[in-house]
């Protein structure tokens, strides 16, 4: 059977699973909106443009307007998408939820056109890839991430997996353009979107890679996926320096022992394996359960694995298999988190490695249809599509539906505060947002805070050495300039804040502007980024005139 216009029936599954979301204001406020409803009006607010927007690693608006660093440790890619989205839009009238909305939907529906991309390339089914997609889209678990956590970073990490796999499945066809082109926007999409998923993505790769090596690889692809990688790490140096760098220097809560999980809450975060199959009836929960056809397919291309495994295939079901059969094992709870090494403890919820067993198994399916598709008439189209939307009803039906104000959003988000914070929980809010005095005897004048664009002062009748606590989180990367011209040290406050000494009467200003390595490494991600577009545009021109 012949299926016209595949893409843009996924584009229209996502609208309808999304409906509620696009036809009202209806977010869950007791995760992560308020979180991201800051992040993304932080961004827009504090840059005046769409670069600054994605270099932003200080921003006001969240946790009291002190320029948190959410930048410099968390991936922003899904916050930046949503801030350019509102940075136009709202010349047209819309708000940040709205841009939430339209972020989700390019999410949703680009997750199921990339694992159509994978599963066509390697099934050379349209029908079977599109309903490979189908069900990728619409698990009820990936589902959950936007209707009930509102999980935006880790719902968009869906995007990017298929893209990435597609990147390799070109890499062992020898089609080294395609795979670059795969692989630097599917890893530059992972690392920027989810960087402890990544971590694990990562590690399924290596082995599912390892099984096959010598059959896999060769030294030509070698070189290529070298060179790839380098692209890719090249390209997202300007969070991974800024990151490392504050890392090393100072403690924040992040990286804070028992801060960010714990062993009784990860083990408590683990799944009964029955929750894969019988959901659970508490609305605003996350659901676990997959389709139950999906397991069906599933099982009989476990059945049929040797028919199924071939050239084309191989690595897909390899990957697919270990990184669903490992996910299974870390997130079920018959197995205690202390026997796995405390790096990946980071991941906090180990049932957010469902992810890849939602790949696996949408990937087995569409391979199982193909493999059947003497039987893929009109009748098994449907019943697979009547599945997908009973999944879509399903999680729509668990949401706890209400109306979102905006205007009562006013959210701390302590993850990334300097530790001093974590002792002191009443401080940022009680404190007076003005530049203070903290040792020595002088008077402040002429304060003005602009923001991201910096905050200046005149500090008058100093007598001796004095020590001021500057309005602003304490993170590497601030410029301290004294009478506009020489810069003088900064450290951090017992408080957590920037802190310098001074002896004279001075003209202080102060702005985040980055450290020297991280706008080195910002000029030579910017620089390989142009290199790279430009390579794949006038490699598309040439292959355009051959075909000509």
Not at 212 to 235: E, Y
Not at 360 to 387: E, F, R
Not at 448 to 469: Q, W, Y
Request: contains cysteine.
């Amino acid at each position: 059977m012949r299926l016209k216009h595949p893409i843009t029936y996924l584009v229209i599954a996502a609208l309808f699973a999304l409906a509620p979301l696009i036809s009202n204001n209806y977010f869950d406020d007791s995760h992560d909106t308020p979180f991201h409803i800051q992040s993304v009006i932080g961004l827009e607010q504090g840059s005046d443009n769409i670069f600054e927007i994605f270099n932003a690693k200080t921003f006001e608006y969240i946790s009291y307007d002190y320029g948190y660093g959410e930048g410099v440790f968390y991936p922003q890619l899904p916050h930046q998408i949503a801030a350019t989205i509102l940075h136009f839009g709202k010349h047209f009238g819309m708000d940040v939820l709205d841009a939430l909305k339209v972020t989700n939907f390019l999410g949703l529906a680009l997750s199921g056109i990339f694992m159509y991309l994978l599963m066509v390339r390697i099934a050379k089914n349209k029908v079977a890839a599109f309903l490979s997609a189908l069900f990728y889209m619409t698990a009820p678990y990936h589902l959950g991430d936007i209707f009930i956590r509102d999980a935006f970073n880790e719902s968009f990490f869906f995007t990017f997996i298929p893209l990435a796999i597609l990147s390799l499945h070109e890499l062992l066809s020898d089609n080294y353009r395609t795979f670059f082109i795969c692989f630097v926007v599917g890893f530059v999409g992972l690392i920027n979107t989810h960087l402890v998923m990544t971590v694990f993505f990562i590690l399924f790769l290596v082995a599912a890679s390892l099984i096959s090596f010598k059959q896999l690889f060769t030294w030509q692809r070698l070189r290529c996926l070298i060179l790839a990688t380098i692209i890719v790490s090249v390209i997202v140096l300007p969070f991974i320096i800024p990151m490392i760098e504050n890392k090393q220097n100072y403690q924040y809560a992040v990286f804070a022992d028992s801060y960010m999980y714990t062993m009784e809450k990860i083990n408590a975060s683990r799944v009964s394996l029955m929750r894969f199959i019988v959901p659970n009836d508490n609305t605003n929960v996350i659901p676990y359960n997959f389709n139950l056809l999906l397991l069906v397919l599933v099982s009989l291309s476990i059945l049929n694995y040797r028919r199924l495994i071939n050239k084309q295939s191989r690595f897909l079901i390899i990957f697919a298999t270990v990184s669903g059969m490992l996910s299974i094992i870390m997130m079920s709870d018959f197995i205690s988190w202390e026997h796995y090494p405390s790096i990946l403890r980071n991941i906090q919820f180990p049932w957010r490695l469902e992810i890849f067993t939602i790949f696996g198994a949408s990937a087995l399916a569409g391979l199982a249809l193909n493999h059947y598709k003497a039987y893929l008439n009109t009748s098994l189209i449907m019943l697979c599509v009547l599945s997908c939307v009973a999944s879509i009803l399903f999680v729509q039906a668990r949401q706890d539906y209400r109306t979102y104000d905006i205007s009562s959003v006013k959210y701390e988000y302590a993850d990334y505060y300097p530790a001093q914070l974590l002792d002191a929980p009443e401080y940022l809010p009680n404190r007076p947002h003005e530049v203070m005095i903290t040792s020595g005897d002088a008077t402040i004048s002429n304060y003005i805070d602009n923001g991201n664009d910096g905050l200046s002062f005149d500090i008058n009748n100093v007598d001796g050495d004095i020590t001021i606590e500057i309005p602003r989180l304490y993170y590497l990367g601030y410029r301290v300039a004294v009478n506009d011209s020489s810069d003088v040290d900064y450290s951090v406050s017992p408080n957590g804040l920037v802190s310098i000494s001074l002896g004279q009467d001075a003209h202080v200003s102060v702005k985040y502007v980055g450290t020297a390595s991280s706008n080195i490494a910002t000029a030579f991600s910017i620089l390989t980024l142009f290199s790279f577009v430009s390579w794949v545009s006038f490699s598309s021109i040439r292959k355009s005139k051959k075909v000509v």
